[in-house]
């Protein structure tokens, strides 16, 4: 066995062990295979994948949950342009990650030879930055790398490794530096304008957003609405800053219902946005005509319909203790008709149906599925009906992409969140859409025993592009998957498969799915057709 730890990849891999990384993902190339060797020998375990699209998913999530920077490893021009979608993911999802790309010898760079592209101009508007890794100062650009992924808003950064920099042996120390200094707290900004706003206002609403989750604020934010009444709506990704079970808590916007959501907001006279990134859904797209307060680190990003009464930035661990000791109004939100609000949104969700219907699934594995469960489902129809329905108290337990809203997430996420939580049991949930764009890593989850539930609710259609074109009073082209009589297969590359068409035979499957020490797929064969009423009214 070669003895890579004085090698430049070896002091690649040094850093990234000392940085407190685990895992790194991808598949194996010429130009890698040294990277790889040296993260093995430095106990960085290697996981294979069927697809750096996959690599890169995964090192998103791993960076989510562990607040470390994912790892994601490939070769040169193909392996690096099937990662850029999980990059761009990790961009706009506000994911730490590391994008490790191989790259010819320094002689051939800027060449017309097989494989060659410019890494740096592909990765240029989906990363942080991307830096080339080389001789003499590998050390301190993996840490630069490591702090700027890190950094407010956290997201991909990309490294450039060229083949014959990797195997060079190196002069540089690999370990026992400094890490970086945390980023120094900002004094807030606009707090005294903001609480003038607030104290004028009669019915306000919180607009709580993924920065809010990415912070671990939900005990702040708990006394503030406590305290003071004030009913809060989230985004997907800010969901379970409070928990959604929580007597003030309206809803979420842009997903199903929103029309109901939008309808309760017309009553309130103020907006409060904490923690509220954009990225997801522009603050216009659902707020009635009243005043903006933004809250955040950023400022507000938001189109001339929207009028910014005040904003407050800096971080938000020590601005909201301000909100809540506050001397302000109590408002006039009645909870009784909160509560009711509520309850019939929530009833609404489970319209009746002869045949077996997607919330029946829901209802059935949020059951099933233990309270710290973590779930990771799809792009799709079914994911405006899970921002709703599904219920969380933290916000770690629900992983969707929301930013970058790609197909393919789900199975990714689920097996990236089972490595980095072991204890907690996950499940994976997705249309058949995005299960046939990534039905080759149940290879992956079997290779590595991922104790991981599959389930796939088929309809055999894009059921979201459907309900769009129908909307639109188009042609219904391009949504058919797969005639909806065809047969559940017994198993995917080793993975058992088992059908359900109804809520007993769906027991029936969680039940056998309980006792398995491995992965396991149901396929949930539903009626998709509710779902344009429900995404629309």
């Known amino acids: 066995m070669a003895d890579m730890r004085k090698t430049n990849a070896g002091i690649l891999a040094a850093r990234l062990r000392a940085h407190g990384v685990r895992y790194a993902f991808g598949i194996p190339s010429g130009q890698v295979l040294a990277a790889i060797e040296a993260f ?19 090192a998103d999530v791993m960076g989510r949950l562990t607040g470390i920077p994912g790892v994601a490893i490939a070769t040169m021009g193909p392996g690096a342009t099937n990662l850029a979608t999980g990059v761009g993911n990790a961009l706009l999802d506000r994911s730490p990650a590391l994008i490790v790309t191989g790259q010819v010898p320094v002689s051939q760079m800027g060449r017309r030879v097989q494989m060659h592209i410019d890494h740096q101009a592909l990765m240029r508007p989906i990363a942080k930055g991307s830096f080339i890794l080389a001789p003499g100062s590998m050390a301190d650009t993996v840490d630069r790398a490591v702090a700027l992924a890190a950094a407010e808003p956290p997201g991909p950064v990309h490294l450039e490794f060229p083949e014959d920099v990797a195997v060079a042996r190196s002069q540089e120390a690999p370990a026992r530096r400094a890490l970086p200094a945390p980023e120094a707290q ?3 900004v606009g707090l005294a304008r903001a609480l003038d706003v607030l104290r004028q206002a009669r019915r306000p609403v919180v607009a709580l957003g993924l920065s809010a989750a990415r912070m671990g604020i939900g005990a702040q934010v708990r006394r503030f609405v406590e305290r003071h009444g004030v009913p809060f709506v989230s985004t997907m990704m800010g969901k379970g800053v409070l928990p959604d079970g929580h007597p003030l808590c309206i809803g979420v916007v842009g997903r199903a219902r929103h029309r109901w959501i939008e309808g309760f907001l017309a009553d309130a006279d103020l907006i409060l946005g904490i923690g509220y990134d954009p990225v997801e859904i522009g603050y216009e797209d659902w707020m009635p005509k009243v005043a ?69 699934v829901l209802d059935l594995l949020r059951a099933w599925l ?11 129809a079914h994911t405006h009906i899970i921002a709703t329905q599904w219920p969380i108290s933290e916000p770690e337990q629900l992983l969707v992409s929301n930013g970058w809203s790609s197909m393919g997430y789900a199975i990714p996420a689920a097996m990236a969140a089972k490595l980095a939580r072991p204890g907690r049991e996950v499940v994976c949930l997705m249309g058949d859409g995005g299960f046939l764009m ?11 025993g991922l104790k991981v539930l599959f389930v796939v609710l088929r309809d055999g259609r894009l059921s979201l592009i459907e309900a769009k074109q129908q909307r639109r009073s188009y042609q219904l082209v391009g949504i058919a998957l797969h005639e909806r009589w065809a047969r559940t297969a017994s198993t995917y590359f080793g993975v058992p498969c088992v059908p359900a068409r109804t809520p007993k035979e769906l027991r029936a499957a969680l039940s056998r799915a309980a006792r398995l020490r491995g992965p396991m797929i149901i396929e949930a064969q539903v009626d998709g057709s509710n779902y344009p009423d429900l995404l629309y009214h």
Not at 370 to 380: E, K, R, S, T, Y
Request: with cysteine.
């Open 40 to 58: 093995e020998q430095r106990g960085i375990r290697y996981v294979l994948v069927s697809h750096e699209m996959t690599a890169a998913f995964m």
């Open 186 to 188: 900002r004094e807030a």
């Open 292 to 360: 903006l307060v933004h809250v955040d680190r950023e400022k507000a990003d938001v189109d001339s319909r929207v009028q910014v009464a005040a904003e407050v930035l800096g971080d938000l661990k020590t601005i909201l203790p301000a909100f809540t000791r506050a001397t302000l109004p109590r408002y006039a939100w009645d909870p009784v008709a909160l509560g009711q609000f509520r309850s019939n949104l929530l009833q609404s969700l489970r319209p009746a149906g002869r045949r077996f219907q997607p919330h029946q």
């Open 370 to 380: 233990p309270a710290n469960g973590i779930l990771a489902c799809d792009v799709g």
């Open 438 to 448: 990534q039905a080759g890593e149940m290879a992956t989850a079997a290779r590595l």
